[in-house]
Nanobody
């Protein structure tokens, strides 16, 4: 059973870079046809897909975040990392990592669309 665990800074100042890492166990991030997503949920809002990195290492980003986002991976550690630059308080959210078989749904997110989720890590952008 694939398990995911996020780790992040908790608090980030405006204009700085947010960096959160997901550690995957019970499966390889290079396994064929597996995709690894970042999803966030701001206070009082629904789940929002942020981006993913596929088993071949190719990332794909939410269009509205494309100028500020990068997703990378470390295959030796079986981890993938989200970096979001120039953050504002609007980036405050619980950040989740999730795995899917096949290209994930990037529209309205339902938990059942993914085979496994991390517990989420709260990231607050504040001075």
């Amino acid at each position: 059973q694939v398990q995911l665990q996020e780790s992040g800074p908790g608090l980030v100042k405006p204009s700085q870079t947010l960096s959160v890492t997901c550690t995957v166990s019970g499966g390889s991030i290079t396994a064929t046809n597996y995709y690894w997503s970042w999803i966030r949920q701001a206070p009082m809002k629904g789940l929002e897909w942020v981006g993913y990195i596929g088993f071949r290492g190719t990332p794909y980003y939410r269009s509205s975040l494309k100028s500020r986002i990068s997703i990378s991976r470390d295959t030796a550690k079986n981890q993938f990392t989200l970096q979001l630059r120039s953050v504002t308080p609007e980036d405050t959210a619980v950040y989740y990592c999730a795995g899917s078989v096949g290209t994930p749904n990037t529209g309205i997110i339902n938990r059942g669309d993914f085979i496994s989720w991390g517990q989420g890590t709260q990231v607050t952008v504040s001075s």
